[in-house]
């Protein structure tokens, strides 16, 4: 194979991207420990019909900042981005861009032969993925006459803590169980890790508290209770 370098250049319909990242795959997680992860990354890919070969790195970032690089070989990208929550955090993480440098055969009708040339260029396809904490809760109620009253705590796992802490959840909902279904009372936002409601109701009822997932913090539902 000459080298296009050598001679005149690649025509003008020559591929510009012998080589297009279209999508990857990885899964968000969530972590009750502050143990690293290899967290696995593939990638689908388009191939132009002059592609020959290409090699590169696609960047693992949060917040804009750096975490890992991947390696891009051929034209599979499946590797493992080595990440540490008790250094980089709970949230949004992303995979992508990629810098690929690619190398495509062209035909060249005037000498009639086929060349090589290459393509440096940054593939900007792109997907966030969560690192979630592990969240746990409970719900406790007292009853006077009439009155329930409810009392929830609830926490999540920091990893650079290395332990559980306060969980100040959005949108929490206290519930009760009406017939086979359970029917929202409240929503609220906790409050250094807590939060308390009162209900009328002269029957013994379930209740139960309910988290909906966060960015940074898995959903979680405490332990129904009677009272």
């Not at 013994?204 to 539902?221: E, G």
Request: glycine letters at 8%; charged letters at 25%.
């Amino acid at each position: 194979m000459t080298a296009g370098l050598l001679a005149m250049g690649a025509p003008a319909h020559a591929s510009e991207r012998p080589i297009d990242i279209t999508g990857y795959k990885v899964s968000d997680i969530t972590v009750g420990d502050s143990n690293c992860r290899n967290l696995k990354v593939s990638a689908s890919t388009k191939i132009k019909g002059e592609y020959v070969d290409s090699s590169g790195t696609v960047d693992v970032t949060r917040g804009g900042g750096v975490i890992d690089a991947l390696w891009l070989d051929g034209r599979q990208i499946t590797d493992r981005a080595f990440i540490c929550p008790s250094f980089s955090g709970l949230g949004t993480y992303k995979v992508g861009p990629a810098d690929i440098f690619a190398e495509f055969d062209y035909y060249d009708s005037f000498l009639e032969d086929y060349w090589s040339d290459y393509r440096s260029y940054i593939d900007d396809t792109s997907k966030k993925f969560q690192i979630r904490g592990k969240t746990k809760s409970t719900l406790s109620a007292k009853r006077k006459g009439s009155k329930v009253t409810l009392t929830a705590k609830a926490q999540v796992y920091s990893p650079e803590k290395y332990r559980y802490a306060q969980y100040n959840s959005v949108g929490a909902k206290f519930q009760v169980k009406s017939g086979k279904k359970w029917k929202t009372i409240k929503t609220i936002n906790l409050k250094r890790g807590a939060a308390s409601i009162n209900v009328k109701q002269s029957k013994r009822k379930s209740y139960r508290l309910q988290i909906p997932t966060a960015t940074w913090a898995a959903a979680n539902t405490s332990k129904s209770i009677s009272k």
